[in-house]
């Protein structure tokens, strides 16, 4: 079974780094369309950022520049290196995937409907 496992969240201070990995168990290819995605208690589950198939990336407008996807295709995982981080970083991040969309645009690498694989979740809390 195909399935996403997060780790690497903990409680940081204000400014500091995490990085945070997304195990890609059970796939057998590495042309999924890969995103991170956050949720505080009571919000909705926002679009952190998202990687192509072909490698493009997407972040949302308060992560650019602070945080960075990538994948490891050979150790089948996926990063998100955050830095700089911010109380209004402190959520829940999961990891997504699916293997194929139509995609109208960039900006819809960030929806969650459009991933059909999630993971459990990593905390993620930012202290001042």
């Known amino acids: 079974e195909v399935r996403l496992v997060e780790s690497g969240g903990g409680s940081v201070h204000a400014g500091g780094s995490l990085r945070l990995s997304c195990a890609m168990l059970?796939?057998?290819?590495?042309?999924?369309?890969m995103a991170w995605f956050r949720q505080a208690p009571g919000e909705e589950r926002e679009g952190v950022a998202a990687?192509?198939?072909?490698?493009?990336?997407v972040y949302a407008d308060s992560v650019k520049g602070r945080f960075a996807i990538s994948k490891d295709n050979a150790k089948m995982t996926l990063f998100l290196q955050m830095n700089s981080l911010k109380s209004e970083d402190t959520a829940m991040y999961y990891c997504?995937?699916?293997?194929?969309?139509?995609?109208?645009?960039?900006?819809?690498?960030?929806?969650?409907?459009?991933?059909?694989?999630w993971g459990q979740g990593t905390q993620v809390t930012v202290s001042l």
């Open positions: 059970g796939f057998t290819r590495t042309t999924y369309y």
């Open positions: 997504a995937a699916t293997p194929g969309h139509y995609w109208r645009d960039y900006a819809a690498l960030l929806s969650p409907s459009a991933y059909n694989y």
């Open positions: 990687i192509h198939r072909d490698g493009y990336t």
